[in-house]
């Protein structure tokens, strides 16, 4: 299993070589800044699945569980790059699914923290929703 | 809610103000604004370029529309946040991402574009029209 991608200007390029543990539309306000309006979709891979290549800028935040998250922005042309926990998860990596190329088998698994989605959002009734995070799927790794 | 409109990034270095009405608000699939967008689609609301008010570093990256327009995205420098864009074709029009608004704005969007490029899990809000690429017809 192999995914390729890039950024919307082809300066940060990726490589993934395992299938994701789970994939999400999260309608987070936080998510909904960075997403443009609308939820963002994020792939969780392994990270040592994970080759990127190019120039990558970063951000974060600490969650409201007290987690510190990273985002990483290409900084040539904004595109969402990834998220991940360095600290309490450091085995995975949330790759943004628009930089996936297509066509491929990823889609949406659930939608999480509809709590926060703006009135006008839609949700795909074949799967499942959660008003805020889902429940955990496995223990943490620490 | 009316006019003006309050706003910014995620991470708070870039803030916005907008002092007249939007012409209208959209959903966009184009593959394009999938990639920019986190993999769903793009939320943009249609002001006048001359009432918008950033503070705030933004970085722009151009590029072409399948018009052959040039085109221009601007993003917060510091967290990557996409704020607005616009096309060479119409200077005095932005489009303003609805994620960068602070709720509530109440704007929403009223047609859904592109939808010949969106992923077969996409869902679409039934109530509003769709085009599969754009809506014919002049941009205001």
Redesign the interface.
């Known amino acids: 299993m192999t995914y390729t991608g890039q ?3 082809g300066a940060v390029h990726f490589t993934i070589t395992a299938a994701p543990i789970a994939v999400r ?1 999260c309608w987070c ?14 792939a969780m891979f392994p990270t040592e699945a994970l080759t990127i290549t190019g120039p990558v ?1 970063h ?1 974060g ?1 600490t969650a409201d569980s007290g987690t510190a998250i990273h ?1 990483d ?8 790059l990834l998220a991940y926990a360095p600290v309490a998860r450091p085995h995975l990596r949330a790759v ?5 190329d ?1 066509p491929n088998d990823l ?2 698994q659930m939608v999480i923290w509809t709590g926060e989605a ?3 959002a ?3 009734p074949a799967i499942p929703q959660y008003p805020a995070a889902p429940p955990a799927p496995a223990p943490k790794a620490n | 809610m009316p006019a003006p409109y309050t706003g910014g990034c995620a991470g708070g270095a870039v803030t916005l103000h907008i002092a007249a009405e939007a012409f209208g608000a959209s959903q966009c699939w184009c593959r394009n604004c999938q990639r920019i967008c986190g993999g769903g689609p793009a939320h943009v609301a249609i002001f006048k370029a001359g009432d918008l008010a950033i503070s705030g570093a933004l970085r722009t990256a151009t590029g072409t529309a399948d018009s052959g327009n040039a085109t221009h995205l601007n993003f917060c420098a510091a967290c990557g946040t996409q704020i607005h864009g616009g096309s060479a074709a119409v200077p005095e029009l932005l489009a303003v991402r609805l994620g960068a608004l602070d709720e509530p704005h109440g704007l929403s969007p009223k047609m859904i574009l592109w939808t010949s490029e969106a992923p077969p899990w996409a869902v679409f809000d039934p109530a509003l029209p769709q085009f599969a690429t754009q809506p014919s017809g002049p941009a205001e």
């Open positions: 950024c919307a200007c539309q306000r936080r998510c909904q800044k960075m997403a443009g309006g609308g939820p963002a979709h994020n800028a951000t935040y985002w922005f290409c900084p040539t042309c904004g595109t969402p943004r699914l628009g930089v996936l297509q889609a949406p703006p009135a006008w839609v949700f795909d």
